[in-house]
């Protein structure tokens, strides 16, 4: 079947403008995670929605990021007035119960 | 949750067994221990996963010391698709909360060798 898919896969965008990132989790999935990861770095967590519960967004690294998922499936990662220090890959994973994760291929930021 | 300790590189030869450790001196009875691995450019995709008896599936095979403060991934007939960032991660069933972030450090690079 159909695994977790992003789009873009890749976006440019210059300092201080807004992006939205798309994650389509796997049909079913009650639960959806966001990562982000730096250059040769390891995974950083950064929000957590299951089913209808409020999500955790405790990994937030500052108010300028947000997310948001509607009906219980599709999602949306923004963040607001870019910075340079943002650029890294932005990872989506969804999961039938909120342990085992299955995880899409990713949207790479670059902010000039 | 606990952190993991794991060697930043390692090298096995194809065809070979390749044997990646992970420390998790500090687990407490309810976390698992996951593992997952990254291939250049992609992301991760989980492996296997395990409480406190091992565990083997079509990929690969974990051994969790009997105390449950290491474990040791096993892909028995290492492949150059194997080569990747492998993550041992330590996991905590929710008992109160939404909290089922998992913490993910640097991982083990393995690199499969013709």
């Known amino acids: 079947g159909a695994g977790v898919s992003q789009s873009p896969s890749n976006k440019v965008t210059e300092k201080g403008k807004d992006v939205e990132l798309r994650c389509d989790p796997i049909?079913?999935?009650?639960?959806l995670y966001w990562y982000r990861q730096s250059l040769g770095q390891g995974l950083e967590f950064l929000i957590y929605f299951q089913g209808n519960s409020a999500p955790d967004k405790s990994g937030l690294p500052s108010d300028r990021f947000s997310a948001e998922r509607t009906g219980g499936s599709v999602s949306t990662l923004t963040i607001q007035r870019t910075q340079q220090e943002d650029s890294a890959v932005y990872l989506c994973?969804?999961?039938?119960?909120?342990?085992?994760?299955?995880f899409g291929p990713g949207t790479r930021l670059l902010v000039l | 949750d606990a952190k993991t300790t794991q060697p930043p590189s390692m090298d096995c030869a194809e065809g070979r067994a390749a044997n990646l450790p992970c420390n998790h001196s500090?687990?407490?009875?309810?976390?698992?221990v996951y593992w997952y691995r990254q291939i250049h450019s992609q992301g991760p995709q989980y492996i296997i996963h395990g409480l406190k008896n091992n565990e083997t599936n079509e990929m690969a095979s974990l051994i969790i010391t009997e105390d449950r403060k290491s474990s040791t991934l096993i892909l028995p007939h290492a492949t150059l698709r194997d080569t990747a960032v492998y993550y041992c991660i330590v996991f905590r069933f929710p008992n109160a909360g939404n909290n089922r972030k998992l913490i993910w450090g640097l991982g083990t690079s393995l690199a499969v060798n013709p």
């Open positions: 500090t687990i407490s009875g309810n976390e698992y």
């Open positions: 049909s079913g999935h009650t639960a």
């Open positions: 994973a969804s999961s039938p119960t909120g342990e085992t994760q299955y």
